[in-house]
């Protein structure tokens, strides 16, 4: 019998937006409504910790910033694709969010007069993000913990790693979770749920993220029956350390840094006259695709990998201390070069997932007719409340989890408060089920000649050659063959460790599947989406193509493989125009 642990509200995640939604309930809902907090791994272990760069907001309207201003860069940025609605009420409830962090304790970066300094990201046309150093997301999550402190009516379960949403009758009944303590698989009941569970980064091998990141959110969200929007728009951000994928902050090229070919030119000039490397991601990183493909790329014989540089001399040793002392550590010990005497080795590097769990502007998980799946709420980069579109813009990520960290630990907090009583308790059969697929399926399986570590390296590796910067018909469908076969292969892997307490064996099989998942409705998204927009190029159909697929995809777990839909993209105030920088 599956032991049951009872919560007004569980949040899943304790990166930015798992944390902001704690903090938002018990700052509004106190002594009324109790949170769970689940993470698979320990709270400041969240992947929220390495953002870097920076939290987009506009401060100053006094010197020409606008909240306007704000969301036509991101719509543009989007090539169009975002919601314009929620656009409008990321931008318009951020100041608020960075004098909040301040009240609480933040210690953001200061311009000589004192006021909050910000810098510019690809794709603005003021600079509005505001930083703490290059270690801005760290400094977010311990202000919010620190904050979340102050209050005692909340629970949280550090190292306990959800495996399912239990939802029937169309309605949120709980959530499946082993404890990795002692092993054992616990019920989660609650009025309401917020997924806060990140991205699925690690679907590709040269990859800013972690190991932990690997789509488990989504992938469980799938194979619940909830649809994934836009999976296809993953964004590969320019700049990535060769040959460990480490990020290099779009901070630096806001500082001035520019980017060089083996000629020694700044190649930007050709592609974004206007912007030049601070273009948005995609133009720059499809840029340097370029630029390395037509020979002007160096090659690093150990890794094979191409690469450009990244210069940041100029700047001198001084502004790089102050502002950038992380991109300077990490490339003296990643990479073997001191940036205040020699450019940085750098290529296009996978980075964010703009698609994510479909959801309504107010967060909630919506199924593929967008009907509310009542209980669900979704925030920061797991949901697709479609504020990036197709191409996010730098530093508007950790602004969203912000954002809708707030909105949803408000929805969910109200709900809770109003509902008499849990949902009804979910049928033995799913939640035994369960119990009977994780134990005496995937753990007691025996182990055979297939390893889950061999069948990741087989998928990064297909992903990082067929699905990344540039992709084509004949490309995808090799991906998709291929991790179909992984599928397939993957029936046969075992952990080799039988044990209970602290299986990371077992815990890796169980993210692999999930990056399995999550990888072909990738692949099923992009082979469909005839045409190039955002972070999604397609050499075969390089143009954007409004009349045909100005529309969201929505993909929908079958037997047979993901089932797409098209959802409609809200337009408010601006018409799409193309795209120039
Ligand atoms: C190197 C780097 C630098 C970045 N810099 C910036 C920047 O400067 N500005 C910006 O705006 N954005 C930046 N980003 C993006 C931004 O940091 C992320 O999009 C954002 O922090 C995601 O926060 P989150 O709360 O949604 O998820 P995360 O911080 O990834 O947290 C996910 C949480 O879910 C939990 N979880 C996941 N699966 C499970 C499971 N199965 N069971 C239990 N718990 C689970 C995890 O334990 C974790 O607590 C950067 C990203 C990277 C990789």
Same mark, same amino acid.
């Given at each position: 019998?599956?032991?049951?642990?009872?919560?007004?509200?569980?949040?899943?995640?304790?990166?930015?937006?798992?944390?902001?939604?704690?903090?938002?309930?018990?700052?509004?809902?106190?002594?009324?409504?109790?949170?769970?907090?689940?993470?698979?791994?320990?709270?400041?272990?969240?992947?929220?910790?390495?953002?870097?760069?920076?939290?987009?907001?506009?401060?100053?309207?006094?010197?020409?910033?606008?909240?306007?201003?704000?969301?036509?860069?991101?719509?543009?940025?989007?090539?169009?694709?975002?919601?314009?609605?929620?656009?409008?009420?990321?931008?318009?409830?951020?100041?608020?969010?960075?004098?909040?962090?301040?009240?609480?304790?933040?210690?953001?970066?200061?311009?000589?007069?004192?006021?909050?300094?910000?810098?510019?990201?690809?794709?603005?046309?003021?600079?509005?993000?505001?930083?703490?150093?290059?270690?801005?997301?760290?400094?977010?999550?311990?202000?919010?913990?620190?904050?979340?402190?102050?209050?005692?009516?909340?629970?949280?379960?550090?190292?306990?790693?959800?495996?399912?949403?239990?939802?029937?009758?169309?309605?949120?009944?709980?959530?499946?979770?082993?404890?990795?303590?002692?092993?054992?698989?616990?019920?989660?009941?609650?009025?309401?749920?917020?997924?806060?569970?990140?991205?699925?980064?690690?679907?590709?091998?040269?990859?800013?993220?972690?190991?932990?990141?690997?789509?488990?959110?989504?992938?469980?969200?799938?194979?619940?029956?909830?649809?994934?929007?836009?999976?296809?728009?993953?964004?590969?951000?320019?700049?990535?350390?060769?040959?460990?994928?480490?990020?290099?902050?779009?901070?630096?090229?806001?500082?001035?840094?520019?980017?060089?070919?083996?000629?020694?030119?700044?190649?930007?000039?050709?592609?974004?006259?206007?912007?030049?490397?601070?273009?948005?991601?995609?133009?720059?990183?499809?840029?340097?695709?370029?630029?390395?493909?037509?020979?002007?790329?160096?090659?690093?014989?150990?890794?094979?990998?191409?690469?450009?540089?990244?210069?940041?001399?100029?700047?001198?040793?001084?502004?790089?201390?102050?502002?950038?002392?992380?991109?300077?550590?990490?490339?003296?010990?990643?990479?073997?070069?001191?940036?205040?005497?020699?450019?940085?080795?750098?290529?296009?590097?996978?980075?964010?997932?703009?698609?994510?769990?479909?959801?309504?502007?107010?967060?909630?998980?919506?199924?593929?007719?967008?009907?509310?799946?009542?209980?669900?709420?979704?925030?920061?980069?797991?949901?697709?409340?479609?504020?990036?579109?197709?191409?996010?813009?730098?530093?508007?990520?950790?602004?969203?989890?912000?954002?809708?960290?707030?909105?949803?630990?408000?929805?969910?907090?109200?709900?809770?408060?109003?509902?008499?009583?849990?949902?009804?308790?979910?049928?033995?059969?799913?939640?035994? %089920?369960?119990? =009977?697929? $994780?134990?005496?399926?995937?753990?007691?399986? /025996?182990?055979? *000649?297939?390893? !889950?570590?061999?069948? +990741?390296?087989?998928?990064?590796?297909?992903?990082?050659?067929?699905?990344?910067?540039?992709?084509?018909?004949? %490309?995808?469908? =090799?991906? $998709?063959?291929?991790?179909?076969?992984?599928? /397939?292969?993957? *029936?046969?892997? !075992?952990?080799?460790? +039988?044990?209970?307490?602290?299986?990371?064996?077992?815990?890796?099989?169980?993210?692999?599947?999930?990056?399995?998942?999550?990888?072909?409705?990738?692949?099923?998204?992009?082979?469909?989406?005839?045409?190039?927009?955002?972070?999604?190029?397609?050499?075969?159909?390089?143009?954007?193509?409004?009349?045909?697929?100005?529309?969201?995809?929505?993909?929908?777990?079958?037997?047979?493989?993901?089932?797409?839909?098209?959802?409609?993209?809200?337009?408010?105030?601006?018409?799409?125009?193309?795209?120039?920088?």
């Amino acid at each position: 019998m599956v032991e049951t642990i009872n919560h007004d509200v569980v949040i899943i995640g304790s990166g930015l937006a798992g944390l902001r939604a704690a903090v938002e309930i018990m700052r509004m809902f106190e002594e009324k409504v109790n949170v769970g907090i689940i993470s698979k791994v320990q709270l400041m272990r969240s992947h929220s910790v390495s953002a870097e760069g920076g939290t987009a907001a506009v401060l100053y309207p006094d010197e020409g910033d606008s909240i306007a201003l704000h969301a036509w860069d991101t719509v543009k940025g989007s090539d169009f694709l975002a919601d314009q609605d929620a656009v409008w009420t990321l931008v318009s409830h951020m100041p608020q969010e960075i004098y909040l962090l301040e009240h609480w304790g933040i210690l953001w970066s200061r311009r000589e007069d004192g006021r909050i300094a910000q810098r510019y990201f690809g794709g603005q046309t003021f600079p509005r993000t505001v930083y703490a150093g290059d270690k801005t997301g760290l400094f977010e999550m311990q202000t919010l913990y620190g904050k979340l402190q102050e209050y005692d009516n909340y629970e949280r379960y550090d190292e306990w790693f959800v495996t399912s949403y239990v939802i029937e009758d169309g309605e949120y009944r709980g959530v499946t979770a082993i404890n990795m303590k002692d092993g054992n698989l616990y019920l989660f009941r609650s009025k309401a749920v917020i997924i806060a569970t990140g991205g699925g980064g690690r679907v590709y091998g040269f990859s800013t993220y972690g190991h932990t990141v690997t789509g488990d959110g989504l992938a469980m969200a799938y194979r619940a029956g909830i649809p994934l929007k836009d999976m296809e728009f993953y964004q590969f951000h320019p700049t990535g350390i060769i040959p460990s994928g480490i990020l290099v902050t779009e901070g630096a090229r806001g500082e001035g840094g520019i980017l060089l070919n083996k000629n020694g030119e700044r190649f930007m000039k050709k592609y974004a006259p206007t912007k030049m490397e601070l273009a948005p991601r995609d133009i720059v990183s499809r840029a340097m695709f370029t630029e390395m493909k037509e020979g002007r790329g160096f090659k690093d014989e150990e890794s094979g990998l191409e690469y450009l540089l990244l210069d940041l001399r100029h700047l001198g040793e001084e502004k790089l201390n102050e502002r950038l002392p992380l991109v300077r550590e990490v490339a003296i010990k990643f990479a073997g070069v001191d940036p205040a005497e020699e450019p940085i080795p750098v290529r296009p590097v996978a980075h964010y997932t703009m698609g994510g769990i479909h959801a309504d502007i107010r967060g909630r998980v919506l199924d593929a007719q967008g009907r509310w799946i009542k209980g669900m709420w979704v925030a920061g980069e797991a949901a697709a409340y479609s504020v990036h579109g197709a191409n996010r813009l730098g530093s508007n990520s950790t602004a969203e989890c912000l954002v809708w960290g707030k909105i949803t630990g408000r929805e969910a907090g109200l709900y809770a408060l109003k509902s008499p009583s849990l949902p009804p308790m979910p049928s033995n059969e799913k939640v035994a %089920g369960e119990e =009977k697929r $994780l134990f005496d399926g995937l753990l007691k399986r /025996e182990s055979g *000649k297939e390893t !889950a570590y061999q069948i +990741k390296k087989e998928l990064n590796h297909v992903m990082d050659t067929h699905v990344y910067v540039y992709r084509n018909e004949e %490309g995808l469908r =090799k991906a $998709l063959s291929k991790i179909r076969e992984l599928k /397939e292969r993957f *029936k046969n892997v !075992a952990p080799s460790d +039988k044990s209970r307490i602290y299986n990371t064996d077992f815990i890796t099989v169980l993210e692999t599947e999930n990056l399995l998942d999550i990888a072909e409705v990738i692949v099923v998204g992009a082979l469909e989406r005839r045409e190039s927009r955002g972070s999604h190029a397609r050499t075969d159909y390089p143009k954007r193509d409004d009349e045909n697929w100005l529309k969201h995809t929505l993909a929908t777990y079958s037997r047979d493989g993901p089932v797409l839909s098209y959802w409609p993209v809200t337009i408010t105030t601006w018409k799409p125009v193309e795209r120039k920088y």
